[in-house]
């Protein structure tokens, strides 16, 4: 089992940023387990479904993206530090929503939410107009 909590999230104004972070926690949190799951970002507003926004690859060396936030977010990760993150630049109100981290060993099918094994609680991102 894989334990992921996300932090970051917060209320900003349209064009500024936040940093979001998925780190693996729990007793059992080992950074060599970590480091063998890809990892994505989803996100789910009030009355819509749950939406693929980035994913990023075991190494780090593949990253992909939704075309709604290409050019302004940024996925990254630390297996070191048991962390991935979400960097968000440019905010528009429209990427108000909960923030999800989930983790998938599977190398396919990446932009579907049902192919994640693991889920965070997720973390509030309010942007202001």
């Known amino acids: 089992q894989v334990q992921l909590v996300e932090s970051g999230g917060g209320l900003v104004q349209a064009g500024g940023s936040l940093r979001l972070s998925c780190a693996e926690s729990?007793?059992?949190?080992?950074?060599?387990?970590?480091?063998?799951?890809?990892m994505g970002w989803f996100r789910q507003a009030p009355g819509k479904e749950r939406e693929y926004v980035a994913y990023?690859?075991?190494?780090?060396?593949?990253?992909n993206y939704a075309e709604s936030v290409l050019g302004r977010f940024t996925i990254s990760r630390d297996n070191a530090k048991n962390t991935v993150y979400l960097q968000m630049n440019s905010l528009k109100p429209e990427d108000t929503a909960v923030y999800y981290c989930?983790?998938?060993?599977?190398?396919?099918?990446?932009?579907?939410?049902?192919?994640?094994?693991?889920w965070g609680q997720g973390t509030q991102v309010t942007v202001s107009s």
């Open positions: 990023i690859n075991v190494s780090g060396s593949y990253t």
């Open positions: 989930a983790a998938t060993s599977s190398r396919y099918g990446w932009t579907s939410y049902i192919e994640y094994d693991y």
């Open positions: 729990g007793r059992a949190a080992s950074g060599r387990t970590f480091s063998m799951y890809n």
